[in-house]
Structures are given as C-alpha cells and as structure tokens.
C-alpha cells in the first residue's frame, strides 16, 4: 500500500493531510493500516478490497461497511464499546471498494498487556460479555448446532485432506461429533456474539478500557458458541468473562467443533500468501492436538 493510495480517505476522515502509512498485522478478510498525520495523530483505515482478502476463496463471513456499521450499531445499542467511526465510504470515489476511518486506539491489543491492564479492564470486558449474552434477538434461519455440525463436517474434510493425523482418525472424529450433537437438545434463545472474540480482537485504550474490534461477524447465535471460543483463547484470564446458564452439552460440542475450525481455517489461508505462516501452522498443530485429544 503506497502513500497516495489513501490520501483522500484519510483527509475526508480527519481533515488532516497524510505523512505515512503503515500496514497493521492480523487481518485476513480486510487491510488494516495506520494513518499517520501531518499533526502527528494517528487514525485507522478499514478497506475491504479484494487484493486484502486472503481467503482462497474469499470466505465466507459478512464483510463490507454495511455489515460493519450494522454491529457497530449494534454493539454501541448495548453499550460495548468499539473503535470510533470517523468516516464511512461506499461512494468508491476516495477508493476503489468499501472504505472506513476509525481512531487509533494506541493501547495495544489486550493479548500483549494482559500483564499490565488494570483487573477494571478485565471487569468491564467482562462487563460487555454479559450484556452481549443478555441481548437476544431472532433466531437464525436454521438451528445453531445443524449450522455447526454442517461447518465441522466440512472442516474434517478439509483437515483430513491436508494432514495425516486427522485422516488417519476422520471416522473416529466423526463418531464423536455425531456423539456430541446428539445431546444437544432444542432451543429458542440466542444472544448477541461476537464469534472470534479474542484477546488479539481486544484494544485497549490509555485509560484501560477495552474496546473491541474486527466486528463484522457479530450476529445472533448460541451464546455457548462464543463462550467456547473464549475459554480457549482467555486460558487463565476467561475467570472474568464467565457466565452462567451455559448449556454445558452445547460447549462439549462447540469446543471440539471450534478446534476443528482452527485446524482447516489456517490450513485455507496457507494455500494464499498469507504472511504469518509460522503463526497459522502453530495454530494449526495446537488445535490439532485437542482434536485428536477429543478421542481418548
């Protein structure tokens, strides 16, 4: 990304002229990049171009501004807080695809200053993890779990392809989930869920408050979804964001689901040019083995 390509986005979003830019490491879906400007402030630009896309086949999530202003909408509807919208681009006339600025927030992710955060900051993420499991809404078109079980069948698939452990094991594998959903039983309420919330998708600002991002993905879904990707990725610290009334049959299938989609989600991206290969292959073999530890 050079300079002059975000020039006019970044003055219609700060009204300030623009010094330098940088690229912001993670995203797999949309750039992310640092704007600095001629005052020395800083702002952030979102651009959902292709070219930024690393999914081989572009992915399946929801992307864009409109999915993004909708949960940005949403999660302030509820009082969580994520990053300040400076500037919402459709028009394609400052760039060529969907465009956003939003303030820097210069804290860090909280997966680098879990250490150095004060326990307010863990309270109130905690805070906004409960008011987003109290927040119910429709339901999806279908039943959450025929939804992840679809997903896990496709990612085994996938996983079993591409590495031998996991295909030398498919059937086994496939007898647990099958195991696992079948306790499921029926429901009707769903809360509001992030879907990948995790300390990495968490910023925190000078003050100590939390404010998450990468939120495109927010919808309506079993709240025991994001409670299984929480407990995975918060280890000791997911202490602060428990809730209770969890359906404990719905984490037992959502973990091994979730432990699937880690293993064949990086596996995909590495069939691109994503950059941090050793970063998705330690993802990959870490997950590998609660898979294969699903068995014993």
């Not at 993670?26 to 896309?53: C, I």
């Not at 779990?145 to 698939?157: K, Q």
């Amino acid at each position: 990304m050079e300079r002059g390509d975000l020039v006019e986005l970044a003055r219609a979003g700060t009204g300030r002229g623009l010094a330098a830019v940088t690229r912001l490491p993670g995203g797999t879906s949309k750039g992310v990049y640092r704007l600095h400007l001629d005052d020395g402030t800083t702002a952030v630009a979102y651009l959902w171009h292709p070219a930024e896309n690393y999914w081989p086949d572009g992915g399946d999530g929801p992307e864009g501004v409109d999915a993004f202003e909708a949960a940005v909408e949403r999660f302030a509807a509820i009082g969580v807080r994520t990053p300040r919208v400076l500037l919402l681009d459709r028009g394609r006339s400052r760039y060529p695809a969907d465009a956003a600025v939003v303030e820097d927030v210069t804290g860090g992710p909280l997966s680098e200053v879990f250490d150095r955060v004060p326990r307010r900051t863990l309270e109130r993420l905690g805070e906004a993890v409960l008011a987003m499991a109290g927040t119910t809404g429709p339901a999806p078109e279908r039943p959450c779990e025929v939804t992840v079980l679809e997903r896990a069948y496709d990612d085994l698939g996938e996983a079993a392809k591409r590495v031998e452990r996991i295909g030398a094991v498919r059937d086994e594998v496939d007898d647990v989930l099958r195991e696992l959903v079948a306790a499921v039983r029926p429901r009707r309420r769903h809360g509001f869920v992030h879907g990948e919330l995790g300390p990495e998708h968490v910023l925190v600002t000078a003050e100590g408050e939390p404010v998450v991002i990468d939120v495109e993905g927010a919808s309506f879904f079993d709240v025991e979804w994001e409670h299984a990707y929480l407990s995975f990725r918060f280890g000791r610290h997911y202490r602060w964001l428990e809730v209770d009334g969890l359906d404990e049959a719905r984490l037992r299938f959502y973990r091994l689901a979730l432990h699937l989609s880690l293993v064949a989600g990086p596996l995909r991206l590495l069939e691109g040019d994503f950059p941090d290969r050793d970063g998705m292959l330690g993802i990959v073999e870490s997950n590998m083995g609660h898979v294969l530890g699903a068995l014993r």
